[in-house]
């Protein structure tokens, strides 16, 4: 849960529905191949046992009343990785502030692959 406190009162955001925001804003980028879970050294039973949701490619956090959010992408081989991670940048921003009201400090993509036609 992301919770946000305003003069309103308290906000409650589940992890799921901001997850899903983001997804949605990615799959609409041209150049995605998909998502990639980070690499992370983890023993087997912990990784069986505990979700973690950047096992989905997508972290969100909440840093000072704003949402940090970091993308583990897979590209298409050939498209320009600039314009990629520029458009994605501004859809995530856009798609979160658009639709939660929540502020966004920085979208971290980060490219872990590659994927031939």
Do not use: Q, W
């Amino acid at each position: 849960m992301v919770k946000l406190e305003n003069h309103l009162g308290v906000i409650d955001v589940s992890h799921d529905y901001l997850e899903g925001l983001v997804k949605n804003a990615v799959a609409s980028c041209y150049g995605i191949a998909g998502l990639a879970a980070p690499k992370k050294k983890k023993g087997l039973l912990s990784s069986v046992l505990r979700r973690d949701p950047e096992e989905h490619g997508v972290s969100i956090r909440l840093k000072a009343d704003k949402l940090v959010i970091d993308l583990h992408l897979i590209v298409t081989y050939g498209t320009n990785i600039s314009a990629i991670v520029k458009s994605i940048t501004h859809k995530v921003r856009f798609a979160m502030e658009e639709n939660t009201g929540f502020s966004v400090a920085r979208v971290n993509v980060f490219i872990d692959g590659m994927k031939t036609h």
